[in-house]
């Protein structure tokens, strides 16, 4: 065995010093070409038959209870519907993944308790009727071996979607998400495709080791696509345009916001569609502040909003969704109308994703700004445990005082 790979390992690097069999890349005259190569941008959808589902979809229990639940988040009234009554962010993530993986069987879907427990919050209940056990199976708790096995599977052919219990747990599958995931697509020139999915959880109420908001760590990794909805819409959108991509994805997902109603469109459609990584949305309109929300913060902004409006300040709200790619055209266009802008997220403010939007929204837009942007998120320590968290992470009080004391 022993000569059979050393024979084999020699052919190997023999073709790669030959300048023939491996010309070296072009990387073009900009010296950009590398940067090329970090995202393809591509999809390649399966050429193969759509998978037999195990059992009829209708019967399965999940999706007759999802086919009598309202599309939208509100009753008559305009009030918000309970989450036994409407389409949830957990439900938007379940269609989205539920379709790709009965139309193609390149999908592979594990963690910790995936198959009989619908993975640790859920999303997954329901998949276990329709799939085998090839293809929605356990993982041991191994972040790094659920990580590293699903770069492996990728780089075969598959499209593997994997459950992180908690973001916080990143940590232990570093550097498998940071030195191998984020990296190979570009350390082989194009030639290897990592189409991976990761899927991990924000903690709430679990203190220290289990609440913290990683986006901004995972976002200062070039190589891996960050995605961060707030609303069921969205999360089935960026979700299923997530699943189709040649690109890694890390989507991070609040737990505050699994049983969250769509409130901002008429519904939540019911078929597959598609919204593009990197476009903001504009939640609500407004011509004096410009408030740029991440993840969950959207809702407490919305609370802010309502509560400046008694004084006459009018907030534009606007829902990043995704961190990385990020267009900042809607912003640009919002804040040279307004002239301020804050910033919010759960993330510690130091080192946070939000800290770089304002830099390069600064470098953008100088000329039009009122006052340099305000940047709010939570303290740098740690989280605390449940009965504290509610002064932890910012809360519409915080917001209306950070608009008023520093941007009016």
Known sequence: IQSEVDARMNAVFMAAADPETAPPPRLGIDGAGIGRKMFTGSETPSDGPAPEPLSDPEKVARIRQNARKSRGGRDANGEPLSPLKAITLRDGLFEAILHA?????????????????????????????LLPHDRVFNAPISEAAIVSTAIGAAMEGGRPVVELMYADFIGRAGDELFNQLAKWQAMSNGLLSVPVVVRCSVGSKYGAQHSQDWSGLAAHVPGLKIIYPATPRDAKGLMASALASDDPVIAFESQRLYDQVELF???????SYKIPIGAPD????????????????????LEAADLLAGRGVALEIIDARSLVPFDYGP??????????????????????????????????????????????????????????????????????DAILTDLM
């Open 282 to 301: 504009i939640k609500r309109a407004g011509s004096d502040v410009t408030v740029l929300t991440i993840g969950p913060t959207l809702y407490p902004a």
């Open 101 to 129: 993986a009965l139309t193609d069987s390149r999908v592979i879907i594990y963690g910790e308790e995936c198959r009989e427990w619908g993975g640790a919050f859920g999303v997954y209940r329901g998949l276990a009727d």
């Open 265 to 271: 469109k008429d519904e939540v459609p019911e078929g």
């Open 331 to 400: 912003v640009l266009e919002s804040v040279t109308k307004t002239g301020r802008l804050l910033l919010v997220t759960e993330a510690c403010e130091r080192g946070s994703f939000a800290m770089t939007l304002a830099s390069n929204v600064t470098r953008f837009a100088f000329g039009a700004l009122k006052a340099p942007p305000r940047v709010l998120g939570s303290p740098n320590w740690i989280v605390p445990g449940a009965d504290l968290e509610h002064g932890y992470f910012p809360q519409p009080f915080d917001i209306e």
